[in-house]
């Protein structure tokens, strides 16, 4: 069965550094998407890209973060500046014609 | 915007017996409603879902029931395995646009089937 891959599945970095997470999606997939989960809280939306633009952000996607899909295939998130609160495990989903979506197995980022 | 409150938050069950998992939301223009089993180290996977214009959906051990009236959505799990032992998601989004259709989650519910 087709598979999200997301690399890398742990990331520590010192904050203040810039982060870039890795998605490649499937391939027949149209709709790409960020979701993140701070430890014991909800997934939250972040991003989703259609037609390699942004379709809709929430609050926490602020200036500090980008998504592009530069070549077709990979899929990816950029924190600009890193803060401890982005601490977090990031999923990163696709999804095709039908309504449902397929998540990857996550990045889990580590803010020191 | 759309709020999905999840319970219970953690349930024990004996093998064989069955699990329910109950999910309220509050945007009326919500229409879809999936259920995400999430196991240790691996992303939300989907188990079943369901759209408003169906009360019931059914595959083998697993249904879910919606209730648009009430605003509430379960999931109802019978014969119950250890290999059901899971983080499961509800969540809800309203299925209008073509594209975007972002997912807002409940808070999870970390099932426990004891052999």
């Known amino acids: 069965e087709p598979e999200v891959t997301q690399t890398p599945s742990h990331q520590v970095t010192q904050m203040g550094q810039e982060v870039i997470l890795r998605c490649v999606p499937i391939?027949?997939?149209?709709?790409f998407y960020w979701y993140r989960q701070i430890l014991g809280q909800k997934v939250e939306f972040l991003v989703s890209f259609y037609n390699n633009e942004i379709s809709e952000k929430s609050e926490i996607f602020d200036d500090q973060f980008s998504v592009e899909r530069p070549d077709g295939s990979n899929f990816t998130l950029k924190i600009r500046s890193t803060k401890l609160e982005d601490s977090a495990m990031y999923f990163c989903?696709?999804?095709?014609?039908?309504?449902?979506?397929?998540f990857g197995s996550g990045t889990r980022l580590t803010v020191v | 915007g759309e709020n999905v409150e999840q319970h219970p938050s953690t349930l024990s069950v004996q093998e064989g017996d069955s699990a329910v998992i109950k999910c309220t939301y509050s945007?009326?223009?919500?229409?879809?409603f999936p259920w995400y089993k999430q196991e240790l180290g691996k992303g939300p996977q989907l188990i079943i879902d369901?759209?408003?214009?169906?009360g019931e959906k059914k595959d083998q051990r697993i249904a879910v029931t919606l209730n648009k009236t009430a605003k509430h959505f379960s999931l109802h799990i019978t014969e119950t395995q250890p290999e059901d032992s899971a983080v499961y998601f509800c969540a809800a989004s309203s299925m209008i646009k073509a594209a975007g259709n972002k997912l807002t989650f409940g808070g999870g519910t970390r099932v426990l089937v004891k052999p």
């Open positions: 945007d009326s223009a919500s229409n879809y």
């Open positions: 369901i759209r408003s214009n169906v």
């Open positions: 989903a696709g999804q095709g014609a039908h309504y449902g979506y397929t």
């Open positions: 391939s027949n997939h149209l709709y």
